[in-house]
Structure formats: structure tokens, C-alpha cells
């Protein structure tokens, strides 16, 4: 099922395992660098209360309201009601999903163990108040980080003031700073490839949700932002944007189409 709504960029799909019994709801990322750079700048707003869980991006919030009606249908029918959900997104998707998980759990449609969420370079979706609330309830929830990609950097967090030596740019999140960005979730962290059998990192260390052994460790230049945004838009060796036109078929991928655009929006 594939389901279009208002802005008419935003987009998520539904796929339907009767044999796993599993509902896996895959939200559109960003399509597009002016995009990002709206994002960018929409995320300097003050945060926006989210069912009394804490404080969310305005942006992220209004694509969440215009995709939730469809999504609630889905998990309110009947023949899913014994089913697992999964919700995964790249980018903009990555913060859809969080929010649709989050709320699915709070309204009680389904169980924080009966969820999972898998996201892929998301930006930071809401403040530390609620990442400690989204944590609580939903235990299985891994944000996947590539390399050097920024826009999981995106908006900044607050920093520890408190962290021995460094400056602002190399100190971790404060996360007694609760009404700033800050991320939900386990980071996994990819800090040099995606081809099959690459290192990875799980980051459980501190602060929790942004473990500065992992890519919160990272500084990042204004010189090399083709690579950063280049990171931002290839996960697992393919260019996302296209893997997805392609309804996700390797083999009709055209490698030549995954190339770094050269058009490049600085955040």
C-alpha cells in the first residue's frame, strides 16, 4: 500500500508480513537540498509540546499530523491487531517514523515491546526530555549513523560545559539541558564503510542517546561539506533517494545516478 498526502512531498509506504505477522511502515526522506535547508532553518524554532512527552521540531510535527491519520487506520484495523510494527525512514523519514512509533506507544496501540524502529541518518527529532520519555517506552529503537554524515548533528545540542578540557565544538550533549535537541535511541555508527561485513559501533556509553565515543565525537568543517552531505545521501552503498525509485531492485539501480551532486546547500 502507498499512501500520498499533503505537503506532497512527504510519503510512506506499508508493508504487510502475514508470515513474521509484522507491519513495517516506511516513511520518504528528504528528496532535495533545498529541503534540508528549509529543515535547517525551521529547526531553530522552539520546541512544540508532543502528548506531554517533551518538547519535538515544529517541522518534524507538522509532517507527523498530516501522515498519522492514515497510519492510526492501519494499526487500528483488526486483522493486524496481534501484529508486530516496525517503523523505519532515511532523513526526514528517520523523524517521522520516531514520532509515529512514539505516539503509537503512548496512545496504547500498540506495546513499546511489540515496536521497533530502525532509522538512517535522522536528524535530532526532539529534547532531552523527550528522548528520556521515548526511551522508557520503546526499548528497540537503533538510529543508524554513516560515517561522517551531519544531518544526525542537526539542530545542536546543547553542550556539557562541565567536560574536562576541549572547547564548545568537542564536548558531548548535556543531557540535563531538557528543553534543547537531543537524541532518542541507540546509535549504531558506521565510522568508515556500509559494504557487507563493515566495522560498526553500538553506542551504549554517555551520555546515553549521544555516546561521545561514536560520531557525536566528530568535527566537522565547512570545507569538506560535499563529503558530509555525500555521507548524508549514500547508506549501505547505495544513493537512498534513487534505491527507492527504483522500488528498492539492485539490479536496476543505475549506479551513475548515485553520483554526489554537485549543487550543494550549506547548513
Known sequence: EQILSSPKSLLFHLAVSNVKKELVIVFRGTTTMSQLLVEGLKSIRPGTNFLDM??????????HLVLWPPVEKVLMDPKYADYETVFTGHSLGGALATLAAARTAKQGLRTG??????????????????????????KDSYRVVFRRDIVPHLPACAKDKSWPGGN???????????????????????????EPGSY???????????D??????????YQQSNSYIWDHRHYFTVRVYN?????????NLNESQASLDMEVTVL
Open 113 to 138: 515491546e511489540r515496536i521497533t524502529v530502525y532509522t538512517f541518518g535522522e536528524p535530532r527529532v526532539g529534547d532531552a526530555q523527550f528522548a528520556r520519555n521515548y526511551d522508557s517506552m520503546i
Open 54 to 63: 517533551g518538547g519535538v521540531n515544529r517541522y518534524f510535527l507538522n509532517g
Open 168 to 194: 564548545e565544538t568537542s564536548r558531548p550533549c548535556d543531557v540535563n539541558v531538557t528543553n534543547k535537541p537531543y537524541h532518542q535511541g541507540t546509535e549504531i555508527w558506521y565510522p568508515d564503510s556500509m
Open 243 to 251: 534505491y527507492g525509485k527504483t522500488g528498492c531492485d539492485l539490479l
Open 200 to 210: 560498526y559501533m553500538e553506542c551504549t556509553g554517555e551520555p546515553r542517546g549521544e
Open 212 to 221: 561521545f565515543t561514536c560520531s557525536d565525537k566528530l568535527k566537522f568543517r
